[in-house]
């Protein structure tokens, strides 16, 4: 029998349309972008003659009229340069031609190129202080400014996707860009009703979106965000990609030491989702930001919830991950879609596909200038088109690939990798840095990375901070328990201190005059305050009690990045951390503390299931001991101290009226265990607070 010639082309053909189509099915991944926009409140005085804050054009014209000097400095404030015809220091903020066009028509000119596609678009975080500061220079046109400055956002969140979903969808985000996760509970309610008034007032609709500022978030703020109406949250995928069970594993893990994995490695309390096979994980970095991730699961929306402690009734929220690499690279430089294809596409399920979420700033570094916006976002846009991808916005793409209930994952905290020294550290500690040894402390060895934080002692400007955040946030909560959310001065209290809590502040935290910032602040809210409170013999509001941290976080475990000085701990034949750790906070009462106790209780199954809330209530249950007290030890903060020796960059000019002591207990005696911790504090009247509950694993394994 004569063999057809043409039938080993005709299998070929099928075979190669079959690869062909398969390849097509597995890269059907979406594209969205997320562009965030934000100027602080660069100085939180009150305006010479108005009963509010100064904006930039305030500011500006003080300055530049003579004004902004203050005993202590010798230079007038706020010391950065505001726009052309200042003398502050760095680039004028708000002249940059290119920032003049984003923050108001720059972003809907953008748009216009994903128009042809039925559903491209982009999230939009644009800030309540940026509305604040933008609107004091437009009313009046001034600095390239003019009053009509919200129109292009206005219009573009009112071009909608084929399911008639924004466009620009203008997500919510703290009114300041305050740091959500270690903000007291109160002020980050009273950010998102600020954002939400001026969100309706000035782009006439309203976002289920929320982003967190520097992408930093925990699942405890999910019980708020769900209050003021927001369904899902933009989150990093890094912080899925280190809870999964295999994270640790040597198959997987990044090595310590390398732009992968620049800060602390994870807790293995927080190991608690399913492994990804090694094949399915990728790596990558730009300048030290870097991370491993697996593919799928840090591409889909998930559910994470949340568990009160005292009712045990959960709430969920939706979390979209960004992806923290191709973001990064996105914000500074031309890309295509080469990794997306290599790395990402392959284990994309068509009936719930992969989303790569682009989340950078839009106003900062070449992500944020014309060429970004008219030649990078269309052209990776059809470049996305041409290999099968599809262009989309994060509610419809929501819309189009619901969340299953049942896909409910743990989410580690922790904010974006993008900041210098803290890489997506998950105790935020470039906005928190812990208590810092003095070197001439004779416990300080500079041999011994594990010498360098000292709990008990020793200082940091963002710890000194947060001292006064916390007890600024106790006095405007007592005020308003006493005379009511509407009364005049509650309100002022508010506005004044809550204009202090930029992330800015701590992020830059000795640079210029950032560092005096939450301390003029409260000063400026200390008379409306002292109003309401009065004598405070009707205070029935409990300590306020900061957000606890723990050291070290890893307890007879590893640590690495900018609290070791990049030296190993726990690895590499380095000694690990000692397995007893420090529980710290900071408590501030009107009416004096009384006592602060943490409460402690060791797990009998040495995980903490997502499948019960045992170890995520005070009542616990049949998998956990019962809880044993320490009593806290207190410290009194010195608001005159500056470190030892005193930090030559710090110059606290202006001192806070008030400032929340510092407590801190040692957990001792334990290893290869689970822990769940908790601090109670009560004040003279007997008024009882409690804070979240924390978990950690305790020992090397």
């Known amino acids: 029998m004569k063999k057809n010639p043409y039938m080993k082309y005709f299998v070929l053909t099928l075979s190669t349309c079959w690869l062909a189509w398969q390849s097509f099915a597995a890269s059907n991944v979406y594209l969205t972008y997320h562009w965030h926009l934000h100027q602080p409140i660069y100085w939180p005085e009150k305006h010479p003659t108005l009963e509010r804050v100064q904006f930039a054009a305030d500011s500006y014209d003080i300055k530049t009229s003579g004004g902004g000097f203050f005993p202590g400095s010798s230079v007038p404030h706020p010391q950065n340069n505001l726009a052309t015809g200042d003398i502050g220091s760095y680039d004028p903020v708000f002249s940059i031609d290119d920032r003049i066009q984003v923050y108001q028509w720059g972003g809907r000119d953008s748009l216009r190129h994903l128009l042809n596609f039925p559903n491209g678009g982009a999230s939009i975080s644009y800030t309540g202080s940026l509305m604040d500061n933008i609107n004091s220079w437009g009313k009046d046109s001034r600095m390239g400014y003019n009053s009509e400055w919200r129109n292009g956002y206005r219009e573009a969140s009112h071009w909608k996707t084929s399911a008639g ?104 309390a927080d190991l608690l989702n399913p492994p990804v096979p090694a094949g399915q994980w990728w790596s990558g970095s730009i300048d030290g930001r870097g991370a491993k991730v697996p593919a799928p699961f840090a591409y889909l929306p998930h559910k994470v919830e949340y568990v009160d402690p005292a009712s045990g009734k959960s709430e969920r929220i939706t979390v979209v991950p960004m992806d923290e690499v191709l973001s990064y690279q996105n914000g500074y430089g031309t890309m295509g879609t080469d990794t997306i294809d290599q790395k990402i596409a392959p284990y994309s399920n068509p009936a719930r596909p992969s989303l790569v979420l682009f989340a950078h700033d839009g106003d900062n570094a070449w992500g944020g200038g014309n060429s970004y916006y008219h030649e990078s976002v269309p052209g990776l846009a059809n470049q996305a088109i041409q290999k099968g991808h599809q262009m989309t916005t994060i509610q419809q ?55 360098r934080i000292d709990i008990e002692n020793g200082f940091s400007s963002s710890w000194r901070s947060w001292a006064v955040v916390t007890a600024g946030a106790n006095l405007c909560e007592t005020s308003e328990q006493i005379r009511g959310e509407n009364n005049s001065d509650v309100e002022k209290a508010w506005h004044f201190y809550l204009a202090g809590l930029d992330s800015g502040f701590l992020y830059y935290g000795d640079s210029l005059d950032d560092e005096v910032k939450q301390s003029l602040a409260l000063n400026q809210a200390m008379p409306y305050i002292q109003r309401a409170i009065g004598d405070g013999a009707d205070d029935h509001t409990g300590p306020t009690i900061f957000h606890p941290q723990r050291w070290p976080y890893n307890p007879g475990g ?144």
């Open 558 to 701: 590893m640590g690495w990045g900018v609290t070791t000085g990049y030296r190993p701990v726990g690895f590499n034949g380095a000694p690990a951390y000692s397995k007893d750790f420090y529980v710290w906070t900071f408590v501030y009462d009107v009416s004096q503390v009384r006592d602060v106790v943490v409460k402690y209780r060791v797990s009998k199954t040495g995980v903490n299931s997502l499948t019960d809330h045992d170890n995520e209530t005070y009542k616990g249950g049949a998998s956990v001991g019962p809880w044993i007290s320490v009593a806290m030890n207190r410290r009194v903060i010195d608001p005159k101290f500056a470190g030892n020796p005193p930090s030559g960059n710090l110059n606290y000019f202006i001192l806070p009226n008030v400032l929340a002591d510092h407590y801190w207990a040692k957990i001792q005696g334990y290893d290869q265990v689970l822990i769940d911790y908790y601090v109670e504090a009560s004040d003279s009247k007997g008024n009882l607070s409690r804070s979240e509950i924390y978990h950690v694993w305790v020992g090397a394994k």
């Open 165 to 268: 979903h924004p466009r620009a969808d203008m997500v919510g985000i703290t009114y300041h860009h305050a740091l959500a996760p270690l903000i007291p509970k109160s002020a980050f309610r009273k950010e998102l009703k600020l954002f939400r008034r001026a969100a309706l007032a000035n782009w006439a609709s309203e976002s289920k979106g929320f982003f967190p500022a520097e992408v930093a978030f925990s699942p405890t703020l999910i019980p708020i965000l769900r209050e003021q109406g927001f369904e899902w949250t933009i989150v990093a995928n890094g912080h899925l990609a280190r809870t999964t069970s295999n994270y640790l594993s040597p198959e997987v893990a990044p090595s310590p030491s390398t732009s992968t994995w620049n800060t602390l490695p994870p807790n293995r």
């Open 397 to 451: 793409f929501l819309q189009d690939y619901p969340v299953p209930e049942s896909d409910v994952v743990h989410l580690e905290e922790g904010g974006w990798v993008n900041p210098e020294g803290d890489w997506g550290d998950p105790q935020f500690v470039k906005w928190l840095y812990p208590p810092a040894r003095s070197p001439r402390d004779p416990g300080y060895d500079p041999k011994d990375p594990r010498t």
